[in-house]
């Protein structure tokens, strides 16, 4: 082989081995991992400042809402494990206790998830409503959805 050409071949292979150190790098510090409470406990200081995605069981009794300073407190449970979540910024409108939410965010050194983004989880049936059809069967419909206010 040429001198000439064996400088392109090793020139060809670095840019290659640059290019797939980019992107392969690039694509490590992108990836959020889905994970559960339990898994999340397991993973104990391996998991402080990972971005995770943390899903479960809003805890009934656990949220506590500030609606002036936008603080969201709740715990998030998958049956055997629960972790404290925080969270600034308004909640989704199915967010609520009982009810399935994933988080994402990162594990403080105290243990606490610090959420960056909250998405409920919701029914997987959807059905517009019809013409005439009237609140009390809309309500019965999406039970599962819409959670009853007392009158006041």
């Not at 049956?79 to 988080?103: I, M, Y």
Request: overall charge neutral; proline content about 6%.
């Amino acid at each position: 082989m040429k001198p000439r050409h064996r400088k392109f071949l090793l020139g060809g292979l670095v840019v290659a081995a640059a290019l797939g150190y980019l992107i392969f790098g690039g694509l490590q510090e992108t990836l959020v991992y889905f994970v559960t409470p339990t898994e999340l406990r397991e993973q104990g200081e391996h998991a402080v400042g990972r971005a995770l995605r943390v899903g479960g069981m809003v805890e009934t009794g656990s949220v506590l809402w500030d609606p002036r300073t936008l603080d969201l407190a709740f715990r998030l449970s998958d049956g055997v494990a629960s972790v404290p979540v925080r969270h600034r910024g308004v909640p989704p409108d199915l967010f609520a206790e009982g009810r399935g939410a994933v988080v994402e965010g990162t594990v403080t050194a105290d243990g606490v998830f610090q959420a960056s983004q909250i998405l409920a989880k919701h029914s997987e049936e959807y059905r517009p409503p019809r013409e005439g059809e009237d609140r009390d069967a809309l309500r019965e419909r999406f039970k599962s959805l819409l959670k009853e206010k007392p009158a006041s």
